[in-house]
T-cell receptor, first 112, second 111 residues
Framework: GDSVTQMEGPVTLSEEAFLTINCTYT??????LFWYVQYPGEGLQLLLK?????DKGSNKGFEATYRKETTSFHLEKGSVQVSDSAVYFC???????????FGAGTRLAVHP | DAGVIQSPRHEVTEMGQEVTLRCKPI?????LFWYRQTMMRGLELLIY????????DSGMPEDRFSAKMPNASFSTLKIQPSEPRDSAVYFC?????????FGPGTRLTVL
């Protein structure tokens, strides 16, 4: 079945460091891909998305490119801030877009 | 837009009691989803509705769990009777096109 694999955390960085969180997927058809972020005690917020191959999603300095050839959707940010500390979830649509399949989540901790 | 609204935000109850969680989706969204999040199992899809009709409830763990959507602006998830292993954060999400938008969640603690 469809699945998402994320790098295990926690990822610990200093402020202004470069961030990469790896995400690869297995899917039939042409899924849409998403990154959600969950801050402590809150729900999941949509961070960015891409709906077809080679699309780049971007928001708040974060970027991810839909790579069909490598089945990847890695999240990047050039300079992280303490306020970016959260859990990041990679996800894809499955079952005719009706379901979201989530990765296990990657916890990011950014220190001043 | 107010986003997806869930109530209560926190619920503490005793084993055996009935618990009802509520959700108001974003207006105009045609799908509604209920999820459960725990440290052990992560995010689990429990059930989802399309135009108020339950489509897939295969994720509902037991008959103790039931969900309804009487109209386009309201859904409930009920647990009766509740058990300590039901303690989790329960999220509601609504969807337009391919994108799901999540509510803030209800943190349920069953003692």
């Amino acid at each position: 079945g469809d699945s998402v694999t994320q790098m295990e955390g926690p990822v610990t960085l200093s402020e202004e460091a470069f961030l990469t969180i790896n995400c690869t997927y297995t899917a039939t058809g042409y899924p849409s891909l998403f990154w959600y972020v969950q801050y402590p005690g809150e729900g999941l917020q949509l961070l960015l998305k891409a709906t077809k191959a080679d699309d780049k999603g971007s928001n708040k300095g974060f970027e991810a490119t839909y790579r069909k050839e490598t089945t990847s959707f890695h999240l990047e940010k050039g300079s992280v801030q303490v306020s970016d500390s959260a859990v990041y979830f990679c996800a894809l649509t499955s079952g005719g877009y009706n379901k979201l399949i989530f990765g296990a989540g990657t916890r990011l901790a950014v220190h001043p | 837009d107010a986003g997806v609204i869930q109530s209560p935000r926190h619920e503490v109850t005793e084993m055996g009691q009935e618990v009802t969680l509520r959700c108001k989706p974003i207006s105009g969204h045609d799908y509604l989803f209920w999820y459960r999040q725990t440290m052990m199992r992560g995010l689990e899809l429990l059930i989802y509705f399309n135009n108020n009709v339950p489509i897939d409830d295969s994720g509902m763990p037991e008959d103790r769990f039931s969900a309804k959507m009487p109209n386009a602006s309201f859904s409930t998830l009920k647990i009766q009777p509740s058990e300590p292993r039901d303690s989790a954060v329960y999220f509601c999400a609504s969807r337009l096109d391919r994108t799901q938008y999540f509510g803030p969640g209800t943190r349920l603690t069953v003692l």
